[in-house]
């Protein structure tokens, strides 16, 4: 039976090769809140594609995604979203939300886009002045014992979420080329 991962652990594994994301944006509901929850990943990002900085193929079937860390050897796909209570797919200005739980309480998300073919994973980018995230909505700071922020939770207004959404909040964690279409 293959191992099922959840996403935040195999895309934080990602993120920290790549140089993560500091403290995680976590959110105390799938987001968007305003969005309902989708069954399945259009047509257009179905398929197979491939990372060629670290040779890893990944697929995106109707409900899953799932990463071959071995591509160009002994294949074993390891699924890292499954649409699920747990995991929860959004539709968003042409890019999808993949919300998983974080843990007992709050939801992360990872965005995925796919633009001229190529699949990029994003996370939100905590800004250097955290104030300016309360003008989202609420916001609650969660901080270790020597006082440093280890997540930020928010809970963004319809605004405040399309303002946390543009680009410039957006940090890229890997990006995949597609190499084959759904048949």
């Given amino acids: 039976m293959k191992k099922t991962i959840n996403i935040c652990s195999a895309l934080i594994l990602v993120s920290v090769l790549l140089g993560s994301c500091a403290a995680p944006i976590l959110f105390e509901t799938a987001q968007p809140s305003f969005k309902k929850s989708q069954n399945q990943f259009k047509t257009k990002f179905v398929g197979e594609y491939f990372d060629p900085i670290d040779s890893t193929g990944l697929i995106i079937s109707s409900k899953s995604i799932r990463v071959d860390p071995y591509y160009f050897g002994e294949s074993r796909l390891d699924t890292i979203f499954s649409i699920s209570e747990d995991n929860i797919l959004k539709y968003y ?11 007992e309480e709050d ?27 309360k003008n989202l909505g609420t916001v609650r700071e969660v901080k270790n014992e020597c006082g440093e922020t280890v997540k930020m939770v928010v809970n963004p207004t319809r605004k405040g979420f399309a303002k946390l959404f543009d680009d410039k909040n957006l940090k890229s964690l890997v990006v995949y080329q597609k190499v084959s279409k759904p048949n």
């Fill in 93 to 103: 200005k042409k890019r999808y939300l993949l919300n998983y739980k974080f843990d």
């Fill in 107 to 133: 939801w992360g998300i990872h965005i995925v886009d796919l633009k001229d073919d190529q699949l990029t994973f994003y996370c939100f980018n905590i800004p250097d002045d955290i104030s300016s995230l």
